[in-house]
């Protein structure tokens, strides 16, 4: 489909401390920091209907993923019709946690997340939440660039009906 939507300004949450910046292009009218209550990445205009969850690496993600507040993040996403977690790992990152990780090897021993629960928790927070956590990689930007395009050109095809 053809680009016919006005290039779409990304807002990035304050608090998202290293994070994306995306450049303006034909697309992007570029990046400014706002509030973001629920995710890191939404869309101006669009702060109810998208919303973009970077988690940066494996540890962060098993830092955050028995913790309330993440339950608490993911169940405001159910308001989103678009959204999503975009992971900067890989599944070989996850199943093999915390080998790998940089992680010192005299705290390995004591945590409680390894990769086999990191995993069963990803499936069974995806399905509960039908939250698509997506193993990107070093493409995570990439793929979130690639939402937020298909996400204008549903707004286009739909009348921007915000769908």
Not at 15 to 39: H, M, N, P, V
Not at 51 to 57: D, H, T
Not at 123 to 146: I, T, W
Request: hydrophobic share 35%.
């Amino acid at each position: 489909m053809d680009k016919q939507y006005e290039p779409y300004l990304v807002y990035k949450d304050t608090r998202e401390k290293e994070g994306w910046d995306f450049a303006q292009s034909g697309y992007c009218a570029g990046t400014e920091l706002q509030t973001i209550k629920t995710g890191d990445y939404t869309l101006y205009g669009y702060e109810n209907h998208l919303c973009i969850e970077r988690k940066g690496n494996v540890s962060e993600l098993a830092a955050n993923i028995t913790q309330d507040r993440f339950i608490r993040e993911l169940e405001r996403m159910q308001d989103f019709p678009w959204r999503y977690i975009l992971l900067e790992f890989t599944m070989e990152d996850v199943v093999k946690f915390p080998r790998g990780a940089k992680i010192p090897a005299y705290k390995r021993k004591h945590l409680k997340v390894r990769g086999p629960f990191l995993l069963k928790r990803i499936l069974d927070l995806q399905r509960k939440y039908q939250v698509p956590f997506m193993l990107c990689g070093k493409h995570a930007q990439e793929v979130c660039s690639s939402i937020f395009k298909r996400f204008m050109e549903a707004q286009q095809k739909y009348g921007n009906k915000k769908q």
